[in-house]
């Protein structure tokens, strides 16, 4: 599989697009994440995704643009859903929430090996808490 494609399936499943059966294929065995928070491995991978899944309906991401350099992808991001589920503290408002990020995927043997993540987790939880104000 091309590494493009790799990180495009790999974000199909943690956005809870895609069934997660084959993120295991797609991931080495000590797979780590780098956000705020450290994800690691496939079972913290699918439980995020499980969460994502359940809090937001009509998700969908769109890759705006992409970069590729040896072992390295990069995607810059939109993700779009409707906040229709409890998701960790916040409860549902019914309203369809944004954001935008830059993933980087380093691949080692056909496998993505470890990713970090920016993305705008403040205007994310603003427009959670928006009723709140």
């Known amino acids: 599989m091309e ?3 790799l990180l495009y399936q790999y974000l ?14 797609l ?13 690691r491995g496939v079972e913290e ?6 969460k ?6 009509n998700q969908r991401f769109n890759v705006l643009d992409e970069i590729q350099d040896r072992d390295k992808v990069v995607f810059r991001y939109d993700w779009y859903g ?3 589920g409890r998701f960790y503290d916040w409860q549902p408002t019914n309203k369809e929430i944004s954001t935008h990020g830059i993933i980087i995927a380093k691949i080692t043997d056909g496998r993505i090996a470890e ?13 959670l808490d928006a009723d709140k104000n």
């Open 45 to 50: 991978v699918k439980e995020f995704a499980s």
């Open 12 to 25: 199909q499943i943690k956005f809870g697009l895609s069934d997660n059966k084959i993120l295991g294929e």
């Open 82 to 84: 409707i906040h229709t």
């Open 115 to 127: 990713t970090w993540e920016e993305w705008d987790f403040a205007g994310f939880a603003r427009q």
């Open 3 to 5: 590494s493009r494609d």
């Open 27 to 39: 991931l080495t065995k000590d797979y780590r994440e780098h956000q705020p928070s450290v994800i």
């Open 52 to 57: 994502l899944k359940n809090a937001f309906r």
